[in-house]
Structure formats: C-alpha cells, structure tokens
C-alpha cells in the first residue's frame, strides 16, 4: 500500500489531536453516566411494584408543568414511627422504657413490690401486667413520665437510650431502624418534601433523637402527650410534665394531630398498622392530585418480626384490607427490602 | 520648570497606569460600601438603642467561632400576632370576625334576636356583650367556629378577610400589619432563624394568610384551638369542628404551646402584651447564651394606637414592668419606627 500522502496524513494527526483534546469530555460523560446509573435514591429497595410506587409518585409531584406537579411548600409526607421507621417488637420501646424506669425507680418505693402494677413489672409477670390494662398504663406512664421538668424527662430518655439494647439483635435501639425507610425520608427531602414523624408515641420521648437517627427535628414531631404547666422557681422559668392525658395521637386522632400541627394535609402518608388507617384515609382520599399511602408489611420473621391481623403491637388489620380498596403501596418487607438494618 | 526627567516621567505614567489598573477594583469596592451602606435590613426603624438590640443580637449569634454563636437549627424565633405584627385595637381582628359572622348567620337564627349574647351583638350593644363575660364569648365562638369542617373555615375566614375593613384605616386587615416587624421577620430568615407565631388567637383562623402576610406557614403557627373529630362521610374523610375549646395559647399557656408545638426554646420572642410574659421569660431567662426579649410598645395614637396598663385589649402591665427588670428590649412605636404601616 501507499503510505498516505502528507496532506492526509496531516488531517489524521489533526483528528487524532481534536479526538484527545475530546476525550476528557468524554470520560467525564462515562463518569456521570456511570454516576446516574449508580445513584439509585432507594439502594435497599428491590426492584417491584412498591418501590416503583414511591419513585413515580416522587417523578409525578416534581415535574413542573405536568399535571400532577405539587409545589415544594405542599410537599408534607408524614412517616408512623414504631413499626414503620422503627422496631416495634417484641414490644414497643417506649413501653421497654418504661419497665427499666419502674426496675430504675423501685428502690425509692419499696411499696411497689406488692402493689399493682409496679410487682408484676418487677417480678417480669407480662400476664399480670397486660391484666392491670390501661388503668395500670396510665399508672406507670404517670411515675415514669411525669413529676419531673421537661429538661429532666429529655436528660432521662437519652440517657436511657445509650444504654438501653434491644433483647433480640443486642443493639441500641437507635440502631434498629429500617435503612430503606432511612433512604426514602431522604429521598423526599432531596425532592423538596418537608418530612413529619406521626405516631402514638410520646412526643417528648422521640423528639431527643429523632434529629440525630431520622434527620426530622424536634419542630417536625407529632404525637401523643400528657399535660405540662409552666411555672417560675427560684426565679428560672420552667416546664412541668403532670400526670394528665393531653392527647393521644393514634387512630382517628393521627388527622387531627396533623391538623393541629401541621395545618397541611400531607400529600405522602407512610404507617404500618390499623393505628395508621386514619392518617392514610385523609392523606389518599380527601384533596385533588396524586397521592401515596405506603404500608409496611413485616413479613420477614427471620431478618425482622412476621406479623400483622393478630399482633398484640402494631396490629395490622383492617388497614390491610383498606390498602387493596384504597390503592396503598404495600411495603412487603421480606420481597422488597434488600435489607432491613444498616449493619449485618 | 523643568520638565520631569525620562526616568521620572515613567514612573509617573506607571504610577498613573497602576492606579488605573486598580480603579475598577476601587469602583467596585466603593459600590460594595455603598450597597452595605444602602442595605440597612431594618430601613422602617430609627437608629437608637431598640434597634442596636436586635441587629446585635444577630450579628452575635451568627458569628461562627464567636462565644454567643447559635447553631442554624437553634434559631428559633416566636412572636406574638395581634399587637405586635398587627392592629389590635379597637378591638382584636378575630373578635371583628365574630361579630360579622353572628350577623351573617343572624337570619337564619331568629331567635338570637331576643337572647344573649346575640342580641347584644346584633344591636351593636358592646356593654351588654362585655356583660356576658367568657361564657357569651364561648357562645359566640361556638356558633361562629365550631359546627363545619375545617376546609369550610378556612373558606369563611377567607372571605371575610378579603372584604372586612378596619373601622378607623378603612382598610384590609391584612394591610395593617407593621412594617417594622415585617422587616424584622425577614431579616431573622435571612440570617438563618425559623419564624413561628405564637399567639392566643385562634390558630385556624391565622393559618389561611400567613403565609402570604407575614412569610409564616401553617406548621409554624401556634395559637388557641378548639377540639375537632375525624370521620369519614359518604366516603369522604373530614375534620369537623366541634364547641369545645382544646387549647388556650395565652399567659402562661405560651410556652406550653411553644414546647407542645415546637419543643425547642427560642433564643428571641417579640410580644407586646401580659399575654406575653411568660414566653418572654421562657425565652430569655433560661439556658444558657445570649436571647433576645422584645416588646412593642404602642405609643403612637396619631399613627396607630397609644396604649398600655389600662387597655382592654392587649394590657401591657407586668411585662412592662419586667422588661426593665429582664433587659428586653422595648420598641417605642413613636420613636423607633420611622413608618408603622407599608402604606402612607
């Protein structure tokens, strides 16, 4: 063959030239196509119906000019906590709580050995216990959770929780929370959706960490409460928690909380239990536009907990029956979850 | 005289060169000085010690590495409603609405005509009305607040503040807010704070404007409420209303509404009334770090109103006294604000 004539071959070391002073372009190209392809929002989640749910939803309210386009001020996406950000078996952690404040407290009242409900705490007696009902609830919620500032009450949680561990994973249990519920508030908020905590639980119980393990601060907490009376002493103003019902954020009174609080109606509900039925009925069935209403489902009795119509907590019955009416996703923890935890 | 020698001449010229080269520089520095000096945050308050006490405060908390710096998400800002972001006087806005609305349902309620507190209402008799005390204002309240669903209030209170004049201003409501406090509002969001209003009025009857007055949404409005009931009707949920008062956001009740609602503690709170104390002393006199106390002292009746201990509405007695005492600050209406109202 000829060699190429000086002319050609000039213009090939020109496109060899152009090609190089492209090719960092195009290697940055390949980074973030590569990067794209990566950065699924929702790692822990298979790929499945649900998690498709969550990700078109989010598509659907962030598109400006389409028709489901909601703005960012309205973008309220309210989570349940036991059981849905959190483990709820084999017992609530608050109620947990509470027996390690009876054992804690029981030697400044040596009355409590034979007096109910305080012996069946302290002889381990569940029977008994779940006997005294909510009378007796109320009787250690009231030695527990009140008689002391606010201050105070926050001081004893978190200390509490540093050292409290879960009987099953031997963990703190701030470490048992669900990653691909971690990723989901996370997923929310990078698309401009303000994210609330709406659960039974005490409010003054979740609000010291709930910053720290969800990212949803103190403001952005709702949940059930007892009263509180503001006084001053020696001259420093104060809180003081009383031993009286304020209001209890379950059920039916999961709407009017947010009402209350919030003042929006979310356009995002996430439960796990009948506790959260009322809060996916006005989050999916009232308002114009696209909705989402999720349900976790534990399904998983070997990486988690398998329960839902005969649970003693979190049971899940006719919100289960709701979801194939009402076209809730349905979280399936066992399909779905790549994994439950971020360790192990 | 002798001209400059070659060798000076230069100098001259790179002397002239090198300043010329540094002019735009100058320019843009002198540019920069006058925009800074142009951007007082503050433009409607008169230089003195009430507005010192707040640009200081500011300048103090947002000095990263400074001993009195607050992290943004500690930045928590409350301030009372009627007196001190709006008029108050003659009487407060929400009573107005009362009143108007107990004439608007008046024909359909015959027999209000002969029995109080409505007759007193419909024959404009403020005597008799204050003569029906707390309970005819609970009567009134019940009739003009509870009884629809909270989507058919915020309509009502919509439609009211869009035709309602005040009697003096003969103007919207919503335009007789204080400029001043406007200012302050956006410059503590512009240095980070989050705003709430913290108010004894009622909390659904602030939320449909808020935001659109004073940059406040719903979630960060804290006021009294009434009790309401979820339920689904013909398939549909809702939020009824109901007569029963569920919180009063008043006096001591402040902080009780600023710890249930937002369960921080402010590092400012602006008031202008006895209703504001305890949440000036829950703000300022607690914890540690620099706070700011700020009270609106309504001096000025030529421009607005001149009133303080002996008023009706919003009595300025106690924390008038104790603002000397706890070092708030105190806006003298008259002196401090170069303008009350953005118009006129």
Same mark, same amino acid.
């Given at each position: ?7 050609s071959?000039g213009f090939?070391r020109?496109?060899?030239?152009s090609t ?5 372009a ?6 973030a196509?590569s ?9 822990s989640?298979?790929?499945?119906a649900?998690?498709s749910?969550i990700t078109?939803?989010v598509a659907r309210?962030?598109t +400006?000019g389409g028709p489901?386009?909601v703005p960012?001020?309205q973008?309220? #996406?309210?989570?349940?906590?036991? !059981?849905t950000l959190?483990v @709820? +078996?084999?017992?609530y952690?608050q109620? #947990?709580f509470i027996?390690d404040?009876?054992r ?7 009355t409590?050995?034979?007096r109910q409900?305080?012996k069946?705490?302290l002889d381990g007696d $569940? ?5 005294s009902?909510e009378k007796?609830?109320? =009787?250690?919620?009231?030695?527990t959770? #009140?008689?002391?500032t606010?201050? @105070?009450?926050?001081r004893?949680?978190?200390e %509490?929780?540093?050292t ?8 703190p /249990?701030t470490?048992? &929370? /669900? +990653?691909?519920m971690? =990723?989901?508030?996370a /997923?929310?908020?990078?698309?401009g959706?303000?994210?609330?905590i709406?659960s ?5 119980f979740?609000r010291? %960490?709930?910053e720290?393990i969800y990212?949803i601060?103190? @403001?952005q907490v &709702?949940?059930?409460?007892?009263k509180?009376r503001? @006084? ?5 103003p104060?809180?003081?928690r009383?031993?009286q ?6 059920k039916?009174?999961?709407p009017?909380?947010i ?5 929006r109606r979310p356009?995002a509900?996430? !439960?796990?239990s009948?506790?959260?039925?009322? $809060? ?5 069935m009232? !308002?114009?536009g696209?909705r989402l ?5 534990h399904?998983?009795? =070997?990486?988690e /907990?398998?329960y ?12 289960l029956?709701a979801?194939?009416?009402?076209? %809730?996703?349905?979280?399936? $923890?066992k399909?779905? %979850? ?6 192990g």
């Amino acid at each position: 063959m000829k060699p190429n004539p000086p002319s050609s071959r000039g213009f090939s070391r020109r496109i060899l030239l152009s090609t190089l002073a492209v090719m960092p372009a195009l290697t940055g190209l390949l980074r973030a196509n590569s990067a794209l392809a990566q950065a699924d929002p929702l790692p822990s989640w298979n790929d499945g119906a649900c998690k498709s749910s969550i990700t078109s939803f989010v598509a659907r309210v962030t598109t +400006q000019g389409g028709p489901d386009f909601v703005p960012p001020d309205q973008r309220i #996406a309210t989570f349940d906590n036991d !059981g849905t950000l959190w483990v @709820e +078996q084999p017992m609530y952690v608050q109620l #947990a709580f509470i027996l390690d404040r009876v054992r804690a407290l029981a030697p400044q009242n040596p009355t409590w050995k034979t007096r109910q409900p305080f012996k069946a705490v302290l002889d381990g007696d $569940m029977k008994a216990l779940a006997a005294s009902g909510e009378k007796g609830l109320i =009787e250690l919620m009231a030695v527990t959770h #009140a008689g002391m500032t606010v201050d @105070e009450f926050t001081r004893t949680v978190s200390e %509490w929780l540093a050292t409290a561990r879960h009987p099953r994973f031997r963990r703190p /249990y701030t470490e048992l &929370v /669900y +990653q691909p519920m971690l =990723e989901v508030l996370a /997923y929310l908020r990078a698309n401009g959706f303000k994210t609330f905590i709406v659960s039974g639980g005490g409010i003054e119980f979740m609000r010291p %960490w709930t910053e720290t393990i969800y990212g949803i601060p103190p @403001e952005q907490v &709702v949940g059930s409460s007892i009263k509180t009376r503001f @006084e001053m002493r020696d001259g420093q103003p104060r809180l003081f928690r009383l031993p009286q019902i304020n209001f209890i954020d379950d059920k039916a009174g999961k709407p009017v909380g947010i009402n209350q609080h919030i003042g929006r109606r979310p356009v995002a509900a996430f !439960g796990n239990s009948d506790g959260d039925l009322q $809060m996916l009925q006005w989050t999916t069935m009232s !308002g114009s536009g696209v909705r989402l209403g999720l349900i976790v489902h534990h399904t998983d009795a =070997e990486r988690e /907990y398998a329960y839902d119509r005969r649970s003693h907590f979190g049971r899940l019955d006719l919100a289960l029956d709701a979801a194939a009416v009402d076209k %809730w996703a349905l979280a399936d $923890m066992k399909k779905d %979850w790549k994994r439950v935890f971020a360790f192990g």
